[in-house]
């Protein structure tokens, strides 16, 4: 039996900015016993309640006790007076984990730790991917599944800028904006390995990439003046470390780490709610303000075709900017591991070792041409390693040893 210790405690899930209508799915993802009659489906995915208030974003959550993994009670006791309203300002107090079967970890509350730029962030557990109805959801790519972090980590806490990228010595690629405040653009995945080393010489940390094998300039790509450099590509196994954990120094993400960064211990679609308007015009084109999304990322609405300066946006509950749209961001697992839930239901630091098999790497985050729907912390695409565009650009992290 899932019980709540009191209606006190709940302040929970049901989050979707079309406040009449809300999935059970979230609540209700396997067989429970739902008080409201709309919830009484016995797989609840397709079911929906009609009759929660008009708040945009009702959460709940509480202190539940989960069912051991052989009991056969899946049923959760649930009164009318459990339900409490709370504004999106609130959202970082809420849990906010409803998860579809027992979970086998915690994850630590969420506190903002920032200094010059890098944010601390907590290991623990979450729930990686997304529901199996979140619009824009890749089945494949997005295959839910339980992710362990072991270690603490720093992530930037905007994504590299171009002045960032410029102040290691390296040639600025960017094309569109060209501002020291936006973020650097038109670099492939091996050039953000050459930034995580360059910045790793100069605060004294081991360099986590053996890049000797690699030819050309980094940086020396197509600008707005039409000149074409030789690119910066490599043909090695760059990955110097038994698993990019255990490097001292800066290196990209991991998706694991990444998402889990993204999210900050919330499960909606983004990390304030949920989207409002989710496919595009009917003629294709973008479907305008979406009220929720505009709060946090840069996307074909408020934009212009471009990248924006960092950090104008709203945080999150880590005190990371920007972690949706703006640009894409590169990270480091070979696309083609992913989904991470593939055949487990559950994965401890996931795919910290780079193959050298797969010529893809993923992107996360989406970018400013984006429709409203496509901001979602578990959306990510795959691309070929050497391709870079002014959509793409990063933020590294490291690995704390204490």
Partial sequence: MWKLESS???????????????????L??????????????????????????NNSDAVFDTNIEFPSENSSDTSIDITSDSIADISTDSYNEAILDVPSKPTPC???????NCENGWCRIEPGCYLYGSYP?????????????????????????????????????????????????????NINWFETLAYCNALSERDGYEKCYGLSCCEGTVGDSCRDEGTCGEGFNCDCQVNKFAT???????????????????RAGTVTENYIGNVVLRGPAPDGSCPGLDPVVDRIAWYCHNTDGTAMPVGLKEKNPWG????????????SDPSKNAPYGRGANHVV??????DGESLSRPLRGMAFWGYPGMMR??????????????????????????
């Avoid at 396997?30 to 208030?53: H, I, Q, R, Y």
Wanted: with cysteine.
């Fill in 349 to 354: 630091d996931p795919y910290g070792f780079l």
């Fill in 133 to 185: 109805n979140e619009p824009y959801r890749s089945r494949y790519a997005e295959e839910q599944v339980w992710v362990t972090l072991t270690r603490p980590f720093v992530i930037a806490q905007t994504e590299v800028t171009q002045e960032q990228w410029e102040s290691v010595g390296l040639l600025n690629p960017s094309i569109g904006t060209i501002c020291g405040d936006c973020p650097v653009n």
């Fill in 244 to 262: 990019v954990y255990e490097c001292p120094g800066y290196r990209l993400p991991t998706s694991g780490e990444w998402e889990y960064a993204a």
């Fill in 320 to 331: 990371l900017f920007d972690m949706l749209g703006n640009v894409n961001e590169w990270v």
């Fill in 106 to 112: 915690e994850h630590p509350q969420v506190v903002e």
């Fill in 377 to 402: 912390c578990a959306s990510r695409s795959g691309v070929l390693a050497t391709q870079g565009t002014h959509t793409y650009g990063f933020r590294p992290v490291r690995t704390l040893f204490e």
């Fill in 28 to 53: 209700c993802g396997f067989v429970f016993d739902c008080s409201n009659d709309a919830a009484k489906s016995s797989k609840g995915f397709d079911s929906t309640v009609e009759s929660l208030p």
């Fill in 8 to 26: 006190e405690a709940m302040k929970t899930i049901f989050m979707n900015n079309s406040s009449y209508l809300v999935s059970v799915y979230i």
